[in-house]
């Protein structure tokens, strides 16, 4: 009879890490947003302070970076934080899921019931409403869908006008990176 090292941490053991190593998933989207926004890994090294292989190494969708330095990034390329990080795979809680369904439907009979001329949808919609809120009282302060969308005023700007193009993007859009 032989004493086997296996060579496992007690830790690997009592957390269950050691069953079986992690697919490689997709955490970030800093490459994919960095060229939408026609920002060169060149340019992202030198406002990060840093260097062109680091940039490129923080791409990879895969590698785990610190939250500190996706901040980092969320500032030097002028985006929303969210746009960076990828969308859990499993989505919604079941109870997310539910309210937006509940809030769509609503939507969707507030619609109708404003919209309708006929004596008889109008009544079913109404039904359908108070049913609703029954189901869930919050929904009483759920409005109709947009019938064409919300329109600016001519005073308003778009979001557009809030962001810069830099030379350097103009330059980067001829060199092709």
């Keep these: 009879m032989s004493i086997t090292d296996y060579s496992v941490p007690a830790c690997q053991l009592a957390c269950g890490a050691a069953q079986r190593p992690r697919a490689a998933r997709a955490l970030h989207r800093l490459r994919r947003v960095r060229r939408r926004e026609g920002v060169s890994r060149r340019t992202m090294a030198r406002r990060l302070k840093s260097n062109v292989s680091l940039i490129k190494s923080q791409e990879k969708e895969t590698s785990d ?3 500190s330095t996706l901040y980092q990034w969320q500032d030097v390329l002028k985006v929303p934080i969210g746009e960076l990080l990828v969308e859990a795979r499993d989505g919604l809680s079941p109870a997310v899921m539910k309210r ?7 939507k969707t009979g507030m619609a109708i019931l404003e919209r309708t001329q006929q004596p008889d949808i109008r009544r079913m919609a109404q039904m359908l409403v108070e049913q609703l809120i029954e189901l869930m009282p919050e929904l009483s302060e759920v409005k109709a869908w ?6 600016r005023a001519r005073n308003e700007l778009g979001q557009a006008v809030g962001r810069s193009l830099s030379r350097d993007a103009l330059a980067n859009l001829a060199d092709g990176d």
Excluded: E, S, Y
Aim: charged share 25%; proline share 6%; net charge positive.
């Design 65 to 67: 970076i610190r939250l």
């Design 100 to 106: 937006a369904q509940m809030v769509r439907l609503m």
């Design 146 to 151: 947009p019938a064409v969308g919300k329109r």
